[in-house]
């Protein structure tokens, strides 16, 4: 399953999904395989990828609004 529980993405979905993109803090999670391949499959997932494209959306309108 793409999911840790059940067929559909849930809040612990998209907070795990957070929490697993440890890198950004410099944290390396290439030795945990399964963690990896828990997130390809989530950021594939057509929910994830609307909220997304919609964070990157707002972003660039704040610093296309901030110049």
Do not use: Y
């Not at 529980?5 to 030795?31: H, Q, T, Y």
């Amino acid at each position: 399953s793409a999911c840790l529980v059940g067929s559909e993405m849930c809040i612990r979905d998209s907070l795990w999904w957070a929490c697993v993109n440890a890198e950004i803090g410099g944290f390396d999670l290439s030795p945990f395989n399964a963690i990896a391949d828990w997130r390809a499959r989530n950021e594939a997932h057509p929910s994830l990828v609307r909220a997304l494209a919609r964070e990157q959306a707002a972003l660039e309108r704040k610093r296309r609004d901030a110049t």
